[in-house]
């Protein structure tokens, strides 16, 4: 099939600033990342992951710290022209618990869990860059190449933080990429200030009183109210958020009921809540207590609520935001959008940019299946791309990075 033999090349014309020795390296590079795709793990199980991206920064002769977060790893490269500021650059290495569709010869070897958002891009092209300056250590000052677990859902960015990434690795400023697929392949995508949206949860058991359908008088009827309650959440982001301001309240499960002629005891309502200022966060979750109360309270139910602020909004700070977009135009040119719409899903980086100052792109992909989908595959040609983009931002920041 067509998918089976594409090549890792870039397209021509197009990229003025990729390195031409990572560009000779685009078929080895796609063989890392498609043997990184074959070996899918999710959050804090990233062994066989781990153990790879090692065995590959230890073939560059760097030192690698194992352990932060349990799987994490952080490998330091000191630069040849003396001492100057220290920079952290950073991929995710966790996979999604998704069944692949792909059929493709390097798919997941573990049915349910698949590479569905192109971490395995990410650390194939940080690898690549951290290769290309091993060999070309010609900048003053300090790399730190973070290789994080855990990005989806369960905060590995903070668990690294907590446990101590910037007291053991101090550094001035910290840097992030991901890839997006169906914008114009090639294109760095960001914007200053908050990027991606905070991200929280819910959980909401209604508590009735069961009773046989034909005779709903004599129980306290929880579908009933957890209905009104779906429909009076959405009243939050339609009048109780500024219309100038962004939110989402979204119910994603509804579970009750075991049969048709039966009122169940209770019926569970799960979902998110997305939010990009800390006020807003804070009023989304003071009118969600207000209305599950206040509805429960009209139908004569009660609730137990589990509400969850899982990551913060991801926000680029502005002098670091111009840094990577220097760099991005060293890459790419004018195939730059520095004023990219803001991201409703959500990214741990945000832990580490809440602790040092930094920046995240987006590198597009060009056409194909979105991340999280079964379909979705990291696009090869992609990854002298994103290893260029690293290695003009260490030039930028640090010192004149060897082009050989």
Known sequence: MKDETREASIPAGILPGILPALAAQADELAGWRRALHAMPETAFEEHRTSAFVTEKLESFGLPVHRGLAGTGLVATLKGKEGDGPAIGLRADMDALDIHEATNLPWRSDTPGKMHACGHDGHMTMLLAAARHLSENPDFKGTLHFIFQPAEENEGGGKVMVEQGLFD?????????????????????LG??????????IFEVKVIGRG???????RGIDPVLTASHIVAQLQSI???SVNPQEAAVVTVTQIHGGDTWNVIPDEVVLRGTVRTFAPE?????????RAIVEGVCAAQGARAEV????????????????????AAAHATVGEAVD?????????????????????????LASGPGPNLHNAAYDFNDALLP????????????????ASRA
Do not use: K
């Open 168 to 188: 053991l690795f101090p550094m001035q400023g910290v840097y992030g990429l991901h890839n997006w697929p169906n914008a114009p392949f090639g294109t760095f």
């Open 191 to 200: 914007r200053p200030g908050a990027m991606f949206a905070a991200f929280d």
């Open 211 to 217: 009773a046989h359908a034909a005779m709903p008088q």
């Open 237 to 239: 982001v339609a009048r």
């Open 280 to 288: 807003v966060r804070d009023l989304a979750e003071q009118r969600f």
């Open 306 to 325: 589990r509400y969850d602020r899982r990551y913060p909004s991801l926000v680029n700070h502005a002098q670091e935001f111009g840094h990577a977009l």
């Open 338 to 362: 520095a004023d990219f719409e803001r991201i409703m899903a959500a990214e741990d980086f945000a832990y580490m940019l809440e602790a040092v100052p930094g920046a995240y792109l987006c």
């Open 385 to 400: 791309v994103g290893a260029s983009y690293w290695v003009n931002l260490v030039q930028s920041l640090l010192g004149p």
